[in-house]
């Protein structure tokens, strides 16, 4: 099980970077709203993990 936590946190991480690095290259429009793009991703990736670490959460509950 701790396998399962290490590759979730690795993921998470991996998304994380990747998305930063994409994010720095860009045509101009994108450079322009570069915080408003930030924030929307920020706020997807936190959305993303609550839910992955809910549904985490029920399937320990209920599977262990």
Known sequence: MNVLY???I???IIS???TLLIAGK???DYSKSTKRNTTNLTMI???I???SLIALGI???LFT
């Open 6 to 8: 290490a590759l979730v």
């Open 10 to 12: 690795i993921i998470v």
């Open 16 to 18: 994380i970077v990747a």
């Open 26 to 28: 860009g045509d101009e």
């Open 45 to 47: 990736y936190v959305v």
């Open 49 to 51: 993990i609550t839910i």
């Open 59 to 61: 399937y320990i509950k």
